[in-house]
């Protein structure tokens, strides 16, 4: 069984252009999150959706973050404009949701704003 | 409160010693606390986790060991080996939200 498949792997723009990031999660996972993980770090969670529906995006920056699930499947993730201090690791993660709350990561993309 | 302090930041253990890691929490709505292991270029992936029901678990080599009145939780890895060298990094979670500890990074000596 695949496993959460997040592209591109590598990504390097120039501050303020645009970037966005897509996530496919595991087949029949009703919960997706992003999370925002910096060097050394933890990750941090961007937001996290049930099915279709954020259902917290507490700490999404919303001035220039938005993030969907259309059909509550994949995800795409979008920074209009980028900051340098954007620069990081976003992650996405999946899990059957509910009770069950064993979330399975993704490898990354790794954001570089030059 | 939502914090989760993990300790120490990086960890040298000569192979077959025990690596511990440990874990404070502040949110007493917590009810799943997992373990992840980070290697470089790739993202976490779940090693064991518990529920606060019970006060230890053991799979293989990796024990948690929990303590709910003074909200702290601890990783040992006994035997430790060269490949279990990555970042580790404790959790709390409560509804689903998955709050990170800081990570600590072990190095096994061969």
């Known amino acids: 069984e695949a496993g959460v498949v997040q592209s591109p792997r590598y990504k390097i723009i120039e501050k303020k252009q645009p970037v966005a990031f897509w996530c496919n999660p595991i087949?029949?996972?009703?919960?997706l999150y992003w999370y925002l993980q910096n060097l050394g770090q933890g990750p941090e969670l961007l937001i996290r959706y049930e099915n279709e529906e954020a259902v917290d995006d507490s700490q999404l920056p919303k001035d220039r973050f938005s993030a969907e699930r259309l059909k509550g499947v994949d995800s795409t993730l979008k920074i209009q404009p980028a900051e340098l201090g954007d620069s990081a690791v976003y992650l996405c993660a999946s899990s059957f949701g509910g009770t069950n709350t064993e979330a399975f990561f993704g490898q990354g993309t790794r954001l570089t704003v030059v | 409160q939502q914090q989760v302090k993990q300790s120490p930041q990086s960890l040298i253990v000569q192979k077959g010693g025990i690596s511990i890691i440990n874990c404070a929490y502040e949110n007493t709505a917590f009810d799943y606390f997992p373990w992840y292991q980070q290697f470089p270029g790739k993202g976490p992936a779940l090693l064991i986790a518990i529920r606060p029901d019970v006060s230890e678990k053991k799979e293989g080599r990796f024990t948690i060991s929990f303590n709910k009145s003074a909200k702290q939780f601890s990783l040992h890895i006994m035997d430790s080996q060269p490949g279990d060298s990555a970042t580790y990094f404790c959790a709390g979670s409560n509804t689903g939200k998955l709050i990170f500890g800081q990570g600590t990074t072990l190095q096994v000596k061969p």
């Open positions: 087949s029949g996972h009703n919960t």
